[in-house]
């Protein structure tokens, strides 16, 4: 993810239309990714997590898409709910190397009753 | 315990005192990460732990900032002579050794520092 300290961006969707976040990462080596969710005064929450050898992987509600070479990872949610509400981060790594994580700036979601 | 804690959940200090923030690891985890993130924004990276290995100090942003972790547990982070910049909420996120196939960070509830 780029680490670059702006403000958050915010996407406002209407309860049960479907989301889509958006994340850009730089590292070319990075084979590892993985979604985040913060809820105000938490910390991150684990999502989903992504390898490099696939391109799509579900879960519930959720699908991360992996685009490598546009360098591009993309969170869905199917029918947004209002517990959806959060902040969004992407991350990414090499596995190859230790475990230090870059984490995107962050995509403010807002889902409107 | 089921996650990782930290304490106190909420500091605040006068510019020029020493503060130490605590982090609990979840059991059997290696690895330990401190973040620090300021209102509306991303998480920086501050250190990272790796069971005996030395730390990777890369992220500290001056020399007002250090860690320790003691028995590859608990670590304690202390920023000396805060200054109002300080002010943000640390977070602590421990992991499995990647060996043991454990990428996945889990992160504690944060400390918000409000220095005055």
């Known amino acids: 993810g780029e680490s670059v300290g702006l403000h958050l961006p915010t996407l406002s969707v209407q309860e049960g239309d479907n989301s889509i976040i958006n994340c850009a990462y730089s590292n070319s080596a990075s084979d590892y990714f993985i979604w985040y969710k913060q809820e105000s005064g938490k910390g991150p929450q684990f999502i989903i997590d992504?390898?490099?050898?696939?391109d799509k992987r579900q879960g519930q509600r959720v699908t991360v898409l992996l685009n490598k070479t546009v360098k591009h990872l993309s969170l869905q949610i199917a029918a947004t709910q209002p517990g959806d509400s959060a902040v969004y981060f992407c991350?990414?790594?090499?596995?190859?190397?230790?475990?230090?994580?870059?984490f995107g700036t962050g995509t403010k979601l807002q889902v409107i009753p | 315990g089921a996650g990782v804690s930290q304490s106190p959940s909420n500091k605040v200090t006068e510019k020029g005192k020493d503060v130490e923030l605590r982090c609990d690891p979840i059991s059997g985890h290696t690895a330990l990460y401190w973040y620090r993130q300021s209102l509306g924004q991303g998480l920086e990276f501050l250190i990272y732990?790796?069971?005996?290995?030395?730390?990777?100090k890369s992220g500290l942003p001056s020399d007002r900032f250090s860690a320790e972790r003691t028995g590859g547990s608990v670590s304690t982070l202390t920023i000396q002579r805060t200054q109002q910049e300080d002010s943000a909420v640390y977070l602590c996120a421990s992991s499995l050794e990647w060996a043991s196939g454990g990428n996945t960070q889990y992160f504690g509830p944060g400390t918000r520092l409000t220095v005055l």
């Open positions: 991350a990414d790594l090499n596995s190859g190397g230790y475990q230090k994580v870059t």
């Open positions: 992504i390898r490099s050898n696939m």
């Open positions: 732990f790796q069971g005996n290995s030395a730390p990777d």
